[in-house]
DNA sequence: GCCAACGTTGGC
DNA sequence: GCCAACGTTGGC
């Protein structure tokens, strides 16, 4: 199982919409960066973990565990001409933008914050931290992921 | 709202 | 293939 951090601005889809999707699912549309779209179509696999993220919110930081439940398919926003993801170079013969559905797993009872993990040794290394970053999907590491559940249950 | 950092585009 | 211009991300 690999772990994964996804980031959402909450103003348009936060983890609560998650959740109150059908089946708690819902298609992870929009990723329009080939690092991120390439994370989806060639490494994830259904039922890896991943931390939900609220970005470009007044208190960013790790809200809670996702996983993903669908193989890639293609990101078919990418067709609708009407779309803000609307994208003329991809076709249905041949999609240049793929998706995965993504459902909730469970919130946290607090926001492990962007600040708090800045502050944290052992996550030093994530890419999350790294200067500039700006992927929407990335990978993190197991030892990583369970440091950040385990500051969720810290008061 | 500002702006640093980065990715993409397109002229050459 | 270089690189300037532009658009976007996202913390602050």
Same mark, same amino acid.
């Given at each position: ?10 103003? #348009? ?76 170079? #991809? ?65």
């Amino acid at each position: 199982m690999r772990y994964w951090l996804m980031k959402s601005e909450p103003e #348009s889809f936060s983890i609560d919409d998650l959740k109150n999707c059908k089946n708690s699912t819902e298609h992870w549309d929009g990723i329009r960066n080939y690092q991120a779209r390439n994370f989806m179509r060639d490494d994830m696999v259904i039922g890896d973990r991943v931390l939900f993220y609220h970005s470009n919110t007044d208190e960013p930081g790790v809200v809670g565990i996702a996983e993903v439940a669908s193989e890639p398919y293609a990101d078919y926003t990418a067709f609708d001409s009407g779309s803000k993801y609307y994208d003329r170079q #991809s076709t249905k013969e041949n999609p240049r933008w793929v998706m995965v559905d993504i459902r909730f797993v469970e919130k946290f009872d607090r926001t492990v914050t962007l600040k708090e993990m800045k502050s944290m040794y052992n996550l030093a290394g994530m890419k999350l931290l790294q200067r500039g970053n700006r992927l929407s999907i990335m990978p993190v590491g197991k030892n990583e992921f369970e440091t950040i559940v385990s500051m969720s249950k810290e008061f």
